[in-house]
C-alpha cells in the first residue's frame, strides 16, 4: 500500500480488524472514526464461531485463544411434549462452535489494535466524497480529511455505501420477522444443569418460529446464557420496522414483549419457558431482521465490509465471522497486489460472491425456520435430516475462507507485517 492514508469509518468488529489488516498491508496512516462514545460492548449479546472457521482465523492472525470463549458440541432441538419439563427430543446436531460474548469479543478486538492506528471515539462522518485517486470525509463540524482509501465498515446504514451505490441498489430490507435476544447469569438457570447441558445450544422450536440458547463467556469470569427467539410479531406491532431507518433497540415495547410471552407460554416446555421468562427485563433487546448484499465491495477509492457490505440473517451464523473474513481478505488482497486498483478488484472479486450467497442463505433458512415452518412434532432424526439439507442448513456456520488464507497450517500464516507492536 505504499504508505498511504486511510480512513475506516466504523470501529466495532470489522472496524478494528479491518484497522488491523490494513497496518499489516502496509498502510501509513489508519483513522478509525467511531461516532459511538466510550466502549461498544453493550451493542450485541452471543455470537458462535465454527471451529475450523475460527482455526482459520486464528492462523490468519486476527483472532485468538486469549479471548473468552466457551466450547460448544451439539446442537439438540427439542419440541413441547405433554408435561415433559424439558421437552421431547426430536433430532440432534453436531456443533462444534466457539461461542463468544459480543461486548468482550469487541473490546479483544479493540486492545489488539496496533499502536499505529488512531481509534478516535464519538468521531461521526457524515459523508463521503469520492475523489479520482482518494476520497473526502465530512465531520458534523463541516470540517473535511482527504484519505487515499477510505473503509467502510460502518453497519448497516452505512454512509461509505451511500456514497459508492444507489441507494435503490444496495437498500436493506425488512426481512417479515424478529430476533429477541436475552442473556441471564448460568446461576439463575432454572433447576442448574438438568435439562440443558454446558455444551449444548439446544433449539427449542415451534409453529412459526424457534429459540436456540447457549452459554458464553460473562463478563466477570462467571458463564452467562444468551437465547435467540425468532418469531413473526403481528403486523400492526412491526409496521414501522419495514423502514431499516429504526434502529434495533433495548427499549423493548410492552407489546412485543407480551406477544413474546404469549408464544413462550403456549408452545414451550416448562423448563425453556421459565429461563425465558426469568431473563431480566434489562437483559433482552429486539433485533428486526433486515437483510442486504452490496452488488460491489469496492469501487473507486472506497471499499465496504462486515454488515455495511452485506448483513446477514443471525440464522447464517456468519455476522460477525464474516467480518472477520473480510478483514483477513482485504488484507491480504491489498499487502499482495501491485496496486491499490488491483488489490481492490481482487478483494471485490473474492467476498462480493460471498455476501450474495450468505444473503440467500439467510432468506432460505428464515423461511424454514420462522416463516414457513414444517411439523417438527411429527420429526424424527432421519426427516429433521434431510429438511435441514433441503433448507442449506450444511451452509450455516459461514464459509471457509479462501485458499491462500486458509491452505497454510495453523500457526504458520501470521504475516510478516505482525510485529511485536501490533500484538500489543
Ligand atoms: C441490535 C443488534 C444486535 C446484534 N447482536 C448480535 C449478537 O448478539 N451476535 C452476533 O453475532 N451478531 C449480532 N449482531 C450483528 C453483528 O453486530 C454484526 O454482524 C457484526 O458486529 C459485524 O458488524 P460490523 O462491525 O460490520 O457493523 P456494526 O457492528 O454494526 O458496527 C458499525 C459501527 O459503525 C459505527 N458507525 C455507523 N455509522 C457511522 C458513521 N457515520 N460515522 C462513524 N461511525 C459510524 C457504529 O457506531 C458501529 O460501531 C447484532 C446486530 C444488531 C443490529
Redesign the pocket.
Known amino acids: 500500500m505504499q504508505g498511504q492514508r486511510v480512513a475506516v469509518?466504523?470501529?466495532?468488529?470489522?472496524?478494528c480488524a479491518a484497522a488491523r489488516a490494513l497496518v499489516r498491508a502496509g498502510a501509513g496512516e489508519v483513522v478509525v472514526?467511531?461516532?459511538?462514545r466510550g466502549r461498544?460492548q453493550d451493542?450485541?449479546?452471543?455470537?458462535a464461531i465454527q471451529n475450523e472457521r475460527y482455526a482459520e482465523l486464528e492462523a490468519a492472525g486476527y483472532l485468538d485463544a486469549a479471548m473468552p470463549w466457551v466450547q460448544l458440541t451439539r446442537r439438540p432441538w427439542v419440541v413441547r411434549s405433554g408435561d415433559a419439563r424439558a421437552g421431547r427430543g426430536i433430532a440432534a446436531l453436531p456443533f462444534p462452535y466457539r461461542s463468544y460474548n459480543?461486548g468482550s469479543l469487541w473490546q479483544e478486538l479493540h486492545r489488539r489494535l496496533p499502536d499505529a492506528v488512531d481509534y478516535r471515539s464519538g468521531?461521526?462522518?457524515t459523508q463521503v466524497l469520492p475523489e479520482p485517486d482518494g476520497a473526502r470525509i465530512i465531520l458534523p463540524d463541516g470540517r473535511e480529511e482527504r484519505f487515499d482509501l477510505v473503509v467502510g465498515?460502518?453497519?448497516?446504514?452505512s454512509?461509505v455505501r451511500a456514497a459508492m451505490l444507489p441507494a435503490a441498489a444496495s437498500a436493506a430490507r425488512y426481512g417479515g420477522y424478529v430476533a429477541w435476544?436475552g442473556t441471564l447469569s448460568a446461576r439463575q438457570l432454572p433447576e442448574p444443569g438438568s435439562a440443558f447441558a454446558a455444551p449444548d445450544a439446544t433449539t427449542v422450536v415451534f409453529p412459526g418460529g424457534h429459540m436456540i440458547a447457549y452459554r458464553i463467556p460473562g463478563s466477570i469470569g462467571e458463564p452467562q446464557v444468551n437465547w435467540v427467539f425468532y418469531a413473526t410479531p403481528p403486523a400492526e406491532a412491526t409496521s414501522a420496522l419495514a423502514d431499516p431507518v429504526i434502529p434495533?433497540s433495548r427499549a423493548l415495547t410492552e407489546a412485543m414483549t407480551g406477544y413474546q410471552h404469549e408464544l413462550v407460554e403456549r408452545h414451550f416446555p416448562g423448563y425453556w419457558r421459565d429461563l425465558v421468562l426469568g431473563t431480566p427485563k434489562d437483559a433482552t433487546?429486539l433485533?428486526p431482521i433486515y437483510d442486504m448484499a452490496a452488488p460491489h465491495y469496492a469501487r473507486g477509492r472506497l471499499v465496504l465490509l462486515?454488515?455495511?457490505a452485506a448483513i446477514a440473517r443471525?440464522h447464517t451464523g456468519s455476522?460477525?465471522l464474516k467480518?472477520l473474513q473480510d478483514a483477513t481478505v482485504l488484507g491480504r488482497a491489498l499487502g499482495a497486489a501491485g496496486s491499490l486498483a488491483e488489490g481492490l478488484a481482487a478483494y471485490d472479486a473474492e467476498r462480493a460472491p460471498v455476501g450474495r450467497a450468505i444473503l440467500e442463505l439467510g432468506r432460505s433458512l428464515g423461511r424454514a425456520h420462522v416463516q414457513q415452518t414444517p411439523d417438527w412434532a411429527a420429526m424424527d432424526q432421519r426427516a429433521f435430516d434431510g429438511w435441514w439439507h433441503a433448507n442449506g442448513g450444511s451452509g450455516v456456520g459461514g464459509r471457509p475462507l479462501g485458499p491462500s488464507d486458509a491452505a497454510a497450517p495453523a500457526g504458520t500464516r501470521r504475516p510478516a507485517a505482525l510485529d511485536a507492536t501490533e500484538q500489543a
Not at 43 to 47: E, P
Not at 153 to 157: E, L, M, N, T, V
Open positions: 469509518v466504523g470501529g466495532s468488529i470489522a472496524g472514526f467511531e461516532r459511538a461498544l451493542r450485541g449479546v452471543g455470537l459480543w468521531a461521526a462522518v465498515a460502518d453497519g448497516y446504514r454512509v435476544r434495533p433487546l433485533q462486515g454488515d455495511a443471525p455476522g460477525a467480518a
